[in-house]
């Protein structure tokens, strides 16, 4: 099913939760709402479900407006943080409660009951309280519970904020997984965006009720359109620091506040711009390394052990500067290191504005 949102305002008394949001999902697309709490996420997913009506615009389901049907009347399935299971009914009875309502004959629930617990593996805990399963488990109790309806929509909210790290890598792959097997059409909300990045065919950033960017992973990724989005995605977040644009025999160089110029390639030519005038310079701590050649002297201020890879952040000047590197370099703090930077990743933002200065 497609799915579409046409000047979408949702208003409580004076707060803008969603402001005039328009946005396509197609036919068994998964995407991401992704945002910092309080951008409007479930605001807009309740909306879609039906549970708020909007203040103004309209919300098209295959091509017709549903603006005036029930939750009920949508034909959606939706998974919760707090899983929302009854914790005193078993499992079996929590995934059938749909069809139990729509007084649906024994042998069609308990068919129905196996496939979709059988496609969750929880075949073996439906006779089990929802009360004494682990939070994956309820989870998965509260999966089946939406896919046992047969849903055209799967509207998802911050399904995996209350499981363990390592869960919630394994379920990321396995919703994926179904979703994509079943075709159905989702709306994941999360506030995490390695989850946005990792599951969703295209991302919806929002921030304060607006939406800045709606593109795939990989564009977000590579072609950030503001200072906002390049600083949220990625991990540990992309650099940002001061610069200025400086002709230096015919070609254009960064000056960095300690006086370090780096050539700009070609093709990172920021637009519009002149001789002078002052940008923001980003780079990825991925694109940063040590380099006894490199030409941007740096001063440790503070190493982190992230497993595989150590986190160094250093000052340029009085700027700061992360990058990863292998655990075997033997950095202490405080000493001086030289670092080299892939300028073909630079991105530039304008200085007031924070819009990209590289990308239409
Ligand atoms: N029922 C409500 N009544 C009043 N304000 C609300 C209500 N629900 C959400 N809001 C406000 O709307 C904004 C968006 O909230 P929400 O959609 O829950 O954000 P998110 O899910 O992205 O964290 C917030 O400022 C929040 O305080
Ligand atoms: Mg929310």
Redesign the pocket.
């Known amino acids: 099913m497609k799915m579409e949102l046409v000047n979408l305002n949702k208003s ?2 004076d ?1 803008s ?2 402001k005039n949001l328009n946005l396509k999902v197609n036919d068994g697309e998964l995407v991401a709402f992704l ?10 997913l309740l909306t879609i479900a039906g549970i708020y009506k909007p203040t103004s615009g309209d919300i098209f389901f295959d091509g017709e407006r549903v603006n005036s049907l029930q939750p009920k009347e949508r034909d959606i399935g939706m998974v919760f943080q707090s899983y929302a299971l009854y914790p005193h009914m078993n499992a079996y009875q929590n995934i059938v409660f749909s069809l139990v309502l729509k007084k649906r004959p024994k042998e069609e629930m308990q068919r129905e009951a196996k496939r979709v617990s059988d496609m969750l593996g929880i075949g073996h805990l439906l006779d089990r309280k929802a009360s004494q399963l682990s939070g994956g488990q309820q989870q998965r109790v509260a999966l089946a519970r939406a896919l046992i309806k047969q849903p055209k929509l799967l509207l998802f ?1 911050e399904p995996l904020s209350n499981l363990d790290a390592r869960l919630r890598m394994s379920m990321r792959e396995e919703i994926r997984r179904l979703q994509t097997n079943l075709g159905i059409t989702s709306v994941y ?1 999360t ?1 995490d965006q390695v989850e946005a990045m990792t599951m969703a065919d295209r991302v919806a950033v ?1 921030h304060n ?1 607006d939406l800045l960017a709606y593109v795939t992973p990989e564009e977000l990724h590579e072609r950030p359109r503001t200072l906002f989005i390049g600083q949220f995605i990625g991990s540990p977040s992309m650099n940002i620091l001061d610069a200025q644009l400086k002709s230096i025999d015919g070609s254009l160089h960064i000056k960095l506040t300690d006086g370090t110029t780096l050539p700009i390639p070609g093709e990172r030519t920021p637009k519009s711009c002149k001789d002078g005038d002052m940008v923001k310079f980003g780079i990825r701590p991925e694109d940063v390394k040590l380099d006894s050649n490199g030409s941007v002297r740096g001063k440790v201020t503070f190493i982190e052990s992230l497993g595989r890879e150590h986190l160094i952040v250093s000052n340029i000047g009085e700027q700061r500067m992360q990058l990863l590197t292998e655990p075997g370099n033997k950095i202490s703090l405080d000493s001086n290191i030289n670092i080299s930077v892939d300028m073909r990743k630079a991105q530039f933002f304008d200085a007031e504005t924070g819009l990209t200065l590289l990308w239409e």
């Open positions: 409580f008394q707060v939760a969603v945002g910092p709490s309080g951008c409007g996420k479930t605001t807009t909210d909300v506030h929002m009720g």
